[in-house]
């Protein structure tokens, strides 16, 4: 459960941080940076995700073995991706954890060369069909470019890391269209306060990220979902129960990250790169296989958002696959986040319990609520930030109708997770990640 820190000396409210107007110019700035870049790399990865459309449906038409086709060119765009890793290695994984190690002092602020490898190398990762998310990118790019700014303008070791916390809360707004969500980012999960100093910066460079993105994306919510009815009173009880079991599963997806990592650690005598080819070859033949069991799980979530009604025996294989091939893909070693991934899981869950409360409680159609309150929920179980998990669904579908049902899940599933003594996946990759660095830098994971 999230627990907010006392500021440092060198940020207490009581001290004025020098050069306070200049911090929140330098946001503004940086901000529009990260919006511009994180948006062409929203955009680009749509375009990709076409063409890799395109690609199935050509390659389906051949005669002969040309499912291998797509099989190739997931391995090699998930090997390009991990040798991008090998020349710059903070690009590794998400990036959320290097944010959070920099923001407790525990590293440097990122160099600006992690940007052009997080790009590229996220492309590479995302474009093949690894199950990875578009955020942790993003993140890590905001964070650079705030970083860099404030050296730019000579400013304090303190101003530099308030800047890079700041715009890494810019570059999840971006990656998910969602303002209020990147800024509760920054306060809930990486920073764990509500300092002035760090909220003011944080939201002006929020602003003007999204509003520069806006040139390049549409000005739309992630998904579209159509009205949902506010479930009734009597539903509560089984929200909670949801929320309980989402807790559990929640605890249960990390400890598969976690193992997923060690083993790719253990297999220290394989390249990087090799095993990164070997986890894309695997997804690129559950692209050919079922399309919707890879890539960051948008297409599937949108699905079930939209009304859809699969059956029970294709949403557990879903759920199965995706379940494994997160963390699969994760320990590739390449650069690609966690959220998305995590939201498409907490949607296929909610889909399917909802199948069980029809059963239970005939009469009442809760798929689409029951899906989306499983996106915040399971967010909450694994990340512990339930207040950012619950306001980026709610920006992300633009439906306010379940919020108490949501609120009510998200709750029982940190309590749940925390009862069971399961440690928030970003604070057991952040320790991971400087034990194996000895604290100079991040490890593969």
């Known amino acids: 459960m999230t ?27 940086a901000g529009a940076a990260t919006g511009f870049v994180a948006g062409a790399f929203r955009w680009c990865l749509e375009r990709i995700s076409e063409w890799r459309a395109e690609l199935l449906i050509w390659a389906e038409r051949l005669d002969g073995p040309g499912w291998l086709i797509p099989v190739v060119v997931a391995a090699a765009g998930a090997a390009l991706a991990a040798s991008i890793v090998g020349l710059v290695p903070r690009a590794v994984g998400s990036g959320i954890q290097d944010v959070e190690a920099v923001d407790r002092g525990d590293l440097a602020a990122p160099p600006l060369r992690v940007l052009p490898a997080k790009f590229v190398g996220g492309l590479l990762a995302l474009g093949s069909g690894l199950v990875l998310g578009r955020e942790g990118p993003s993140v890590h790019m905001g964070a650079a470019l705030g970083a860099e700014a404030g050296r730019r303008a000579r400013r304090s070791d303190a101003e530099v890391r308030v800047l890079q916390t700041s715009l890494a809360g810019a570059g999840l707004a971006v990656a998910f269209t969602a303002p209020i969500g990147g800024a509760l980012f920054v306060f809930e999960e990486v920073a764990k306060s509500f300092w002035p100093k760090v909220v003011l910066p944080t939201l002006l460079g929020v602003a003007a990220a999204v509003s520069c993105s806006r040139l390049i994306l549409d000005d739309r919510p992630d998904f579209d979902v159509r009205d949902v009815a506010v479930p009734g009173f009597e539903l509560l009880p089984a929200f909670v129960v949801f929320g309980v079991l989402t807790g559990l599963l929640g605890a249960l997806y990390n400890v598969f990250v976690i193992r997923a990592l060690t083993l790719a650690d253990r297999a220290a005598r ?30 599937l979530s949108q699905l079930l958002l939209g009304g859809s009604t699969l059956a029970v025996p294709l949403l557990l294989v879903y759920l ?14 390449t ?30 159609e809760v798929g689409v609520a029951m899906a989306i309150v499983g996106m915040a929920a399971f967010f909450a179980a694994t990340v512990r930030a339930p207040l950012t998990g619950v306001v980026l ?15 009510a899940a998200a709750g029982a599933a940190v309590l749940t997770a925390t009862l069971v003594r399961s440690a928030p996946i ?12 000895g604290g100079s830098g991040p490890s593969t994971a």
């Open 3 to 29: 627990s907010f820190r006392s500021p440092p000396p060198e940020l207490d409210p009581a001290r004025p941080l020098p050069g306070g107007v200049v911090l929140c110019l330098l946001a503004v700035i």
């Open 270 to 299: 394989v390249p990087q790169v090799v095993k990164a080819a070997a986890v894309g070859a695997l997804v690129g033949l559950a692209l050919v296989l079922a399309p919707l069991t890879a890539g960051g799980g948008d297409e």
């Open 320 to 333: 199965a696959i995706r379940f494994v091939a997160g963390p699969l893909s994760y320990a590739a070693g």
């Open 335 to 364: 650069p690609g986040g966690l959220f998305a991934p995590l939201l498409a899981v907490g949607a296929l869950w909610g889909a399917l319990f909802a199948r069980l409360v029809d059963a239970v409680l005939p009469g009442h």
């Open 393 to 407: 669904v709610v920006e992300m579908t633009t439906i306010t109708s379940v919020a108490v049902p949501m609120l």
């Open 426 to 437: 970003y604070d057991t990759l952040r320790e991971r990640m400087l034990q194996h660095s």
